[in-house]
């Protein structure tokens, strides 16, 4: 996969603030905070699965990777329709890289998995996806 980096003026449009504001460009840019939420996940994912840099934690990391991935799965169903082949893409992702029902759950231990549905915003045409994610309220993300 190559990716180029966005500049501002690839998301910037020189035009009218009407223009901006337009149905098209706003799905264009949920679109582009989607995609790069979704990329971010995966190159974590890389990250932890080559294991080169001893000093990360994977466990951190798969974590990280997960809220990234849930931010995005938690945009796209929000704002796009179902059939949209990227929201498709990133909820089978999630599904199989984290899943919160494919995971082991003990049966001597307590659990305290906090999980949340995501729901589409009001007024989506056909969305039919409400999947379960993971809360991840105790992951710590630092952009640096």
């Given amino acids: 996969m190559q990716i180029s980096p966005l500049t501002l003026q690839d998301i910037y449009h020189t035009g009218s603030i009407e223009y901006e ?7 264009e840019k949920i679109c582009f905070l989607a995609v ?7 190159e974590l994912r890389f990250i932890v699965t080559l294991k080169e840099d001893p000093s990360i934690d994977p466990i951190a990391k798969r974590k990280e990777s997960e809220y990234y991935h849930g931010k ?41 998995e906090q999980v ?27 952009i640096t």
Avoid at 21 to 27: A, F, G, K, N
Avoid at 123 to 138: F, L, T
């Fill in 72 to 112: 995005a799965l938690d945009i796209g169903i929000s704002f796009l329709p179902s059939e949209c082949p990227l929201v498709n893409h990133i909820l089978m992702s999630y599904s199989k890289h984290h899943a919160p029902s494919a995971q082991i759950i003990s049966e001597t231990e307590e659990q305290n």
């Fill in 36 to 42: 790069s939420y979704f990329c971010v996940s995966t």
């Fill in 116 to 142: 949340r549905c995501i729901r589409p915003m009001k007024g989506i045409d056909s969305n039919k996806h409400q999947p379960i994610v993971r809360a991840n309220r105790d992951v710590n993300v630092k």
């Fill in 21 to 27: 504001l337009s149905r098209e460009l706003i799905l």
